[in-house]
């Protein structure tokens, strides 16, 4: 949103024109600010470092894709007069890939904080231009790249594990609330063995961080009733964990799949209040705790400023009344889902959302407006706002297609050929345990009544 000033300046026929700010840092050594402008221009962040190249500034396309639902990486570029190669000297021998960057424009007589941004990001690359050096940003995603969960299964923690293939894979995240009693009766989650030793313990991990509470455990679908197990929760290898801890004489055989029925944390992370089931707060949890900083031992530390408040909150109210919940489960097997296909499963999941960079370098969220009759409404993806280009263009940067694959038993009717809101099972021994039952929307609840 532009200022009253630069309204007014723009009002009064002044020039706009762009100014891009770097902060250079390398390995944490501050290589200092620059201010790169268009020649003979002054501005109040401090005198022009270098003239920018005539021409010498890149299209930036921001927003998300109308057609497809599809979180799209921006990026720019800018071409800075370097004559002697100075600057690509300094680049090329101190690396400093990652430093932040700031895109404005401005208006000579307008303070840095009238200016209007239009581009927060980090620079990627750079590039000799014959007299020039090409600077190449984009947008701060390539954590989005990282797995979710991050923590791994260690051989040194956990050396008396049964299963050894899930040493160097993620452990596993339970989000949400999973009962699967009044369906199949086989438990809706898997557990990993941690340790199988009548000396050490029977643990199975059901969860990273502290769950409300595990409802009931399953020995290769089969209810473990009369006790014999308890549940342990406490930090374990640098990792606040929930564990299903089972007494000797009560333990499976060995090779045996234990799977439970589980209310996953509270809305703090902890497990001292109700499930949080709510998808909104649960896929921003998983872009503040897990993406953009690592989950700490205590609560969830809350807001990021990677997120854009106004629209998530708004879409959060959209879901809450009309009932949206989820529950998930992250990580715990070979396949390594990064934080980027978590949110192109929610985007897949629910098409008439969007997310996308704002100018400001942040996470928007919209739902798609399919009529335009209240455009004003926060609620709404304003289509015509977030695909139009700015003045100074934005082009299209890296165009990373992502995909995810994660499947949730018994909710697809074969012989209906449609999906099922509940379940009536008559006899739940009867069915074929071989049989593997897909749902699209992987951001569906788990909770079941039998009708």
């Not at 590039?127 to 990282?146: A, F, G, P, W």
């Not at 051989?155 to 699967?180: C, K, Q």
């Not at 399919?370 to 015509?384: H, N, R």
Request: glycine share 10%; net charge negative; hydrophobic share 35%.
């Amino acid at each position: 949103m532009q200022s009253a000033a630069m309204i007014e300046a723009r009002k009064n026929g002044k020039e706009v024109f762009p100014v891009l700010i770097v902060n250079w840092l390398s390995r944490g050594y501050d290589l200092g600010t620059e201010v790169y402008a268009p020649g003979g221009r002054l501005t109040d962040a401090g005198g022009v470092t270098r003239v920018t190249r005539p021409g010498g500034w890149s299209d930036i396309s921001y927003g998300s894709g109308v057609r497809k639902g599809m979180l799209q990486t921006v990026g720019a570029e800018v071409s800075v007069t370097d004559k002697d190669g100075e600057l690509l000297n300094m680049l090329d021998t101190y690396d400093p890939r990652g430093s932040v960057c700031s895109m404005y424009e401005a208006a000579e007589g307008l303070v840095q904080e009238d200016w209007e941004p239009v581009f927060v990001g980090l620079v990627s690359d750079w590039q000799k231009d014959n007299l020039y050096t090409r600077i190449e940003m984009k947008t701060d995603d390539t954590v989005l790249r990282r797995p979710i969960p991050s923590p791994t299964f260690v051989r040194s923690e956990w050396s008396s594990a049964y299963d050894t293939t899930i040493f160097g894979t993620n452990m596993p995240l339970v989000v949400g609330v999973h009962d699967s009693y009044q369906i199949t009766a086989r438990g809706m989650v898997p557990a990993v063995n941690l340790q199988y030793d009548k000396d050490l313990g029977y643990w199975w991990l059901a969860t990273l961080g502290h769950g409300v509470d595990v409802r009931k455990i399953y020995y290769d679908g089969d209810p473990v009733t009369g006790g014999g197990w308890s549940v342990r929760r406490g930090v374990w290898g640098g990792n606040r964990l929930t564990i299903i801890d089972i007494n000797e004489g009560y333990q499976p055989e060995e090779g045996v799949v234990v799977a439970f029925d589980f209310e996953g944390a509270d809305d703090s992370g902890l497990e001292v209040g109700s499930t949080e089931t709510r998808t909104i707060r649960l896929l921003r949890m998983i872009l503040e705790e897990y993406t953009y900083r690592d989950a700490p031992l205590g609560a969830w530390v809350g807001d990021h400023s990677i997120i854009d408040d106004t629209s998530w909150d708004s879409v959060l109210a959209f879901f809450d009344a009309r009932g949206y919940d989820t529950a998930k489960r992250f990580g715990g097997d070979q396949n390594q889902e990064s934080a980027a296909e978590v949110v192109e499963s929610f985007l897949k999941s629910h098409t008439w959302a969007r997310i996308w960079w704002t100018p400001l370098g942040k996470l928007a969220l919209g739902v798609m407006d399919p009529d335009d009759v209240d455009p004003d409404d926060a609620a709404w993806l304003d289509v015509e706002a977030y695909s139009r280009k700015a003045m100074l263009d934005y082009g299209p940067g890296d165009r990373r297609e992502v995909y995810t694959h994660v499947k949730q038993p018994f909710l697809y009717s074969n012989a209906e050929q449609k999906f099922l809101s509940s379940y009536e099972a008559h006899d739940v021994a009867a069915l074929d345990e071989n049989v593997e039952l897909s749902v699209p929307n992987e951001w569906t609840h788990a909770r079941f009544t039998l009708t």
